[in-house]
Every structure is written in structure tokens, then in C-alpha cells.
């Protein structure tokens, strides 16, 4: 479950990387346009959001069931 936490904070800070480094270019190229909004450079894929978000979603319904089903092991 900790793995996919690190995907998705992975995900965020490389198309933020990606967003500085094209910001960045384009000022060392045309040094009159000053880049200072990445909004126009920052995209992030909701797919890999969302599919990170239901793995996490999954991993602990998975977790609450194994408990269910110990304790339910347990009384009979």
C-alpha cells in the first residue's frame, strides 16, 4: 500500500519537474518572456490519479476483509 503512495507523489512531482524545466527553456530561449504561471506548462494525468487512488481503495478493503475474515476464524 506504501508503494502506490509513493507512485502518486512520483506522479505529482515529476510533471512538476517537467513543468520548471519547460518553463525554464522557454525563458533561457526568449529571455523577454518572463514564464512566471506554470498552469500553462503543469499537466498531470487524472488517469494515474485515479488509478492509484482505487488501488489504495482496494488495499484497504483487501485489509478490513483478512481482519474480518481471522476474527470470523477465530469464533467458530
Do not use: N
Not at 502506490?4 to 527553456?25: C, K, M, Y
Not at 488517469?47 to 476464524?73: H, N, Q
Request: overall charge negative; hydrophobic content about 55%.
Amino acid at each position: 500500500m506504501g508503494d502506490t503512495r509513493i507512485e502518486l507523489a512520483g506522479a505529482v512531482l515529476v510533471s512538476f519537474a517537467q513543468a520548471l524545466a519547460s518553463s525554464a527553456l522557454l525563458q533561457q530561449m526568449m529571455p523577454s518572456h518572463a514564464v512566471r504561471d506554470l498552469s500553462d506548462y503543469w499537466t498531470i494525468s487524472i488517469s494515474t490519479l485515479l488509478a492509484g487512488a482505487g488501488l489504495l481503495t482496494i488495499a484497504r478493503v483487501m485489509r478490513l476483509a483478512v481482519a474480518m475474515r481471522e476474527d470470523l476464524d477465530a469464533t467458530i
